[in-house]
């Protein structure tokens, strides 16, 4: 088993779920809120007459448990789904290993 994380731009989340799902009809997935800054170092916004500056931009954190031989497949449709065309700010995925996963409810391990 494999899990596949990604960190994307909040707006993306449904795009990559859907994404994810019509090329290798994997379902399950974990979305949490999340803020943070890659290279983009935040951005600056304008408010009737005064500059803002926001370090922390609202992002969503998707995991993805999955077999082995699908891991490359997921990874590849998030990153197409999550790509927004601008120079920096649509996040980034990785994978890890994943050793032991069993159902809380059948006790049932997953292979």
């Not at 995925?93 to 391990?109: I, L």
């Amino acid at each position: 088993m494999v899990k596949v994380e990604a960190v994307v731009v909040r707006e993306r989340v449904e795009t990559v779920i859907d994404a994810v799902e019509e090329e290798t009809g994997h379902v399950g997935v974990t979305v949490v809120e999340a803020i943070g800054h890659g290279r983009e170092r935040g951005v600056t916004h304008e408010y009737r007459g005064r500059t803002f500056e926001s370090r922390f931009l609202p992002k969503a954190l998707l995991t993805f448990v999955v077999g082995d031989g699908l891991a490359e497949r997921v990874a590849a449709a998030i990153a197409d789904a999550a790509r927004t065309g601008h120079d920096s700010g649509d996040g980034l995925c990785w994978t890890s290993a994943v050793s032991n996963a069993v159902h809380h409810r059948t006790g049932e391990r997953l292979e």
